[in-house]
């Protein structure tokens, strides 16, 4: 129940688009369009890396060595440290961590100072609709959207190929959306936008035929998996 709060914050605007739908007038539906969607200017600026559970850190405090020690972010997205109780890190960046430590150790050093590193981690996105096998994926080293198509079976015959989405979260934790073209630019031999990902990106083909955003954000809400909604905790508790 937690774990799936935190995947509906993503959401939100999309349970709206689609409650606005089932009340409107057959022809106020046919007027709606991705700009009602309050998504996030799209920016290529990198985002604030999230922790997220199976992550290795070192924990480090330089007033107190013996207490440095490399841990794993747990599945319930805390860490074991010594004097603490285990502590949040999913969801938190390396300075936010390193703020909420120094505040944990700080009823037991003089100098509660604490450096979080983060070890390299895979690169995890989703990919859903209208794939092979849909899942989450660990892509090794640089990997863009069509290349993540391709390791998740490729495209379906019944996939919109002109209107693949691609969401991740800005600086600030909110998500933005935007749609990319691999039809006609593939099958004319131009250059097609590839669109580097990033770690937790989602990367989703809905089918063909659907022009209604609620519906397809409906079919994207119901593939993304629970376990998956670690990526957006920036909003949410666990």
């Not at 774990?3 to 509906?8: E, P």
């Not at 993503?10 to 089932?22: D, E, G, H, Q």
């Not at 440290?81 to 390396?94: D, E, H, K, V």
């Amino acid at each position: 129940m937690l774990r799936s709060r935190a995947a509906l914050a993503l959401f939100a605007p999309a349970f709206l688009a689609v409650s606005a739908l089932a009340l409107a007038p057959a022809g106020a539906v046919a007027a709606q369009r991705f700009v009602n969607i309050p998504y996030a200017a799209w920016t290529d600026d990198e985002p604030q890396y999230r922790l997220y559970p199976g992550d290795e850190i070192d924990v480090s405090v330089p007033s107190a060595p013996e207490l440095n020690k490399t841990v794993t972010v747990q599945p319930d997205g805390r860490i074991m440290l010594p004097l603490l109780a285990p502590q949040m890190a999913a969801g938190r960046s390396a300075p936010e961590l390193e703020q909420a430590l120094g505040a944990a150790y700080a009823g037991q050093l003089l100098r509660p100072d604490v450096t979080v590193v983060v070890r390299a981690q895979p690169l995890k996105v989703f990919v859903g609709g209208e794939v092979g096998k849909a899942g989450v994926y660990d892509m090794p080293g640089d990997m863009d959207a069509l290349r993540a198509i391709i390791q998740a079976g490729g495209f379906q015959d019944s996939a919109k190929r002109s209107h693949v989405m691609i969401i991740r979260r800005n600086r600030d934790g909110r998500p933005m959306m935007r749609t990319v073209n691999f039809d006609g630019p593939l099958q004319a031999g131009g250059h097609a936008d590839l669109v580097p990902l990033r770690r937790f990106d989602i990367v989703y083909v809905p089918k063909t035929g659907l022009a209604n955003v609620g519906v397809v954000m409906t079919q994207l809400r119901n593939a993304l998996p629970i376990s998956f909604s670690y990526a957006f905790g920036g909003l949410a508790p666990f």
